[in-house]
């Protein structure tokens, strides 16, 4: 069963950084992507940040992150981390991350999530 377990999160003021981890477990596939989301509250969850684990150094972000934020993952492709500098009073909602199984497929499998809160 895949368990997909975020850290990292917490209060910092504007301006700050953090960087959220999302340790993945209990699969032997080869993910097509692995992502960020983000829920604000009273919003929808949307999209923050991608990478294709077997696509190099493929990597897509969300207009309002991009050059802010940074996502990676270690060598042995369990843990997928999410850089963020620059934050700002919008950035606070509660992040997510995601498998993407096949090319063809939804975001399927989800972690339940680490609270970002930034101050101004």
């Known amino acids: 069963q895949v368990q997909l377990v975020e850290s990292g999160g917490g209060l910092v003021q504007a301006g700050g950084s953090l960087r959220l981890s999302c340790s993945a477990s209990?699969?032997?596939?080869?993910?097509?992507?692995m992502g960020w989301f983000r829920q604000a509250p009273g919003k929808e969850r949307e999209f923050v940040a991608g990478?294709?684990?077997?696509?190099?150094?493929?990597?897509w972000y969300a207009d309002s992150v991009e050059g802010r934020f940074t996502t990676s993952r270690d060598r042995a492709g369990h843990t997928m981390y999410l850089q963020m500098n620059d934050l700002k009073p919008e950035d606070t909602a509660v992040y997510y991350c995601?498998?993407?199984?096949?090319?063809?497929?939804?975001?399927?499998?989800w972690g339940q999530g680490t609270q970002v809160t930034v101050s101004s």
């Open positions: 209990g699969y032997t596939f080869s993910p097509y992507a």
């Open positions: 990478l294709l684990p077997g696509g190099g150094s493929a990597r």
């Open positions: 995601a498998l993407k199984r096949t090319k063809a497929s939804t975001w399927s499998d």
